[in-house]
């Protein structure tokens, strides 16, 4: 079905200002515009296209994840290697798009913190955490890929468990990093890493069972189109 994106961003009323009064004058017309849309995929475009038209970004998009689904089908259909090169996917894609995110926020780092509202005042701070962050942001895409599969796969308190251990082990860390050894905001990104990356390794001692149906094993990592 043909999506009206770009006759819907030649309609839009854009009122000039500041980001607030700008994103107040565009979130009732996106809502109306997607209201009675089905397509995901279809409002996904819509949405794009009337960010760009009113603040003239480069560019804009969506990463749709859908991964956890294919799982779930797959694993309906008795196509256990199927879905094992589904997890090999979600692993290789995840790998790549965290990669691909830490360079090029690095790069624009300050911009995109002035524009969602650092100021001169909190820059710094604002650029010591999210450089941290950035560094970490494989963990992260990996952590939350893999937390999908273990839904998908008959694993939902476990996947349940890896979110939990994450917040309370971020929670324990935060104030020893922060006052304890003196480290500031940079100590909160550390917690926030850390937590992270020990969540992301109860999840890969899972996986890499061979005992499990879904499990790492050769062949699978690579990208395939479904």
Sequence with gaps: RPYNSLNMAEELRIKNGDKQEMYETLLPQIASLVGNETDQVANMANIAAALKQTFGFFWVGFYR???NQLVA???GQKDYEGANKVLGNVLILNVVLGVAFTIAFLFLLDPVLYFFG????????ARDYMRIILYGNVVTHMYLGLNAVLRSSGFPR????????SV???CALNPLFIFGLGWGIKGSAWATVISQVI???GQ???FSGPKQLLHFKK???RLHSE
Excluded: F, P, R
């Design 168 to 170: 309370v082990i971020n």
């Design 199 to 201: 969540s992301l390794t």
């Design 219 to 221: 062949g699978i990592y």
């Design 65 to 67: 994840v859908i991964d």
């Design 158 to 165: 476990m996947a349940m468990y890896a979110t939990l251990a």
């Design 73 to 75: 089908v797959k694993l």
């Design 204 to 206: 890969l001692i899972h």
């Design 118 to 125: 650092a100021s001169e005042n909190t820059i710094s701070y």
